[in-house]
C-alpha cells in the first residue's frame, strides 16, 4: 500500500513521470474525499495523489472534506503527506513564485470546516505546537535548495475562511501581527494529519501579495497565472524529494495520540470506536 500521500492544489493534477497504478474510489465513516485516490509509482516509490478542490476545481475550501480526505490516507497506509498550495504572501522578499516551506498556524476560520476525527463520545487532545513535521520539511527544504528553487524555510501561515479574498483593512492588520503567508486550506489538513500520526509539510507557493499593497491587490487571473509558472517546480520539486522519503524513528508525529486520548475505553460507544478506527488500531491495548 501507498505510503507517500500528496495533496495537490490548483494546477497540480497531471504528474509527468507518475506510472498510474489505479484509482480508488474510497469511502471513509466520514463521507467522500474529494476525488478518487490516483495509487502509481513516482520515481520508483509508490505514492497516493488526491487533487484538494476535486479534478477540475469544482469544491471551495470551506467544502472540502478535511477528514475524508485525510482519513483515505490513513486508510491506504500513508505515513508522510506533501502538501501543495498557492499562498498570498505579507512579506516583500516572499516573492510571488517563491516556495515558503511554513512551520506555523494561525487560525481565523470560523469553524466551518472540521478540524478533528474525535468528538460524538470520544475525547482526545493531541499536542499541535510544532505543527508541521520537522524531519520532513527539513527534507523537503534541502531537496528544494538542491534543484536551485527559491524557498523560505520556516514561515506563519495564517488560515482564512474564504472563499473572498483579505479586504486591505485586514490585510494590512494580518501584516501587523507579522504573519508570513495566507491561505484558506492547510490547518485543518495540519491538524487532521496530526491526530491520524501522519507526518505532515505544507509546501506553500507565492501567487500574490494578498491586498495589504496599495498598488496592487489580489486577484484570481494573478494567482492562475503566477502557480501556473510554479506547477513546473512544484512537480520537479515532487519528482526530487519522493525518493527521499523514510520512515524517520523517533519522529513524534507518529505517537502523537500516545497519550492523548482522555475518555476510558470502557465509555466510548462501539459506534464511535468504528468510526475511527483505523485511528485506534494502534492503541486498543493500551486504552486506559
Not at 493534477?13 to 509509482?41: D, R
Request: proline residues 3%; charged residues 25%; glycine residues 6%.
Amino acid at each position: 500500500m501507498a505510503k507517500i500521500g500528496v495533496i495537490g492544489g490548483s494546477g497540480l493534477y497531471n504528474i509527468e513521470g507518475l506510472q498510474i497504478i489505479e484509482e480508488k474510489e474510497i469511502t471513509t465513516p466520514f463521507g467522500m474525499p474529494s476525488s478518487s485516490i490516483v495509487i502509481g509509482k513516482l520515481e520508483g516509490k509508490e505514492i497516493a495523489f488526491l487533487p484538494r478542490h476535486g479534478v477540475g476545481h469544482t469544491i471551495m475550501p470551506s467544502e472540502i472534506n478535511y477528514r475524508a480526505n485525510i482519513y483515505a490516507m490513513k486508510m491506504l497506509e500513508v505515513t508522510s503527506l506533501l502538501s501543495f498550495s498557492a499562498c498570498g504572501s505579507f512579506k516583500e522578499e516572499l516573492k510571488p513564485k517563491d516556495i515558503v516551506l511554513i512551520d506555523q498556524f494561525f487560525d481565523r476560520t470560523n469553524q466551518a470546516r472540521k478540524t478533528t476525527f474525535f468528538g460524538e463520545g470520544i475525547v482526545a487532545h493531541i499536542a499541535f505546537a510544532e505543527p508541521i513535521c520537522p524531519y520532513l520539511r527539513m527534507l523537503v527544504y534541502g531537496t528544494a535548495k538542491q534543484e536551485n528553487l527559491i524557498v523560505h524555510d520556516k514561515g506563519i501561515y495564517l488560515n482564512m475562511e474564504g472563499p473572498a479574498f483579505s479586504t486591505r483593512a485586514e490585510s494590512l492588520v494580518y501584516k501587523s501581527w507579522g504573519m508570513d503567508v495566507i491561505g484558506m486550506t492547510n490547518m485543518a489538513e495540519a491538524r487532521l494529519a496530526r491526530e491520524a500520526e501522519i507526518c505532515y509539510c505544507s509546501v506553500c507557493f507565492v501567487t500574490d501579495y494578498d491586498a495589504w499593497k496599495s498598488d496592487e491587490h489580489v486577484s484570481i487571473d494573478k494567482i492562475i497565472e503566477n502557480f501556473s509558472n510554479n506547477v513546473e517546480n512544484a512537480k520537479r520539486l515532487l519528482k526530487a524529494v519522493v525518493p527521499k522519503i523514510t520512515d524517520v524513528s523517533g519522529c513524534t508525529c507518529r505517537e502523537a495520540l500516545k497519550n492523548a486520548i482522555i475518555t476510558n475505553k470502557d465509555n466510548m460507544s462501539s459506534k464511535a470506536k468504528t468510526r475511527i478506527g483505523y485511528i485506534l488500531k494502534k492503541y486498543e491495548d493500551k486504552l486506559i
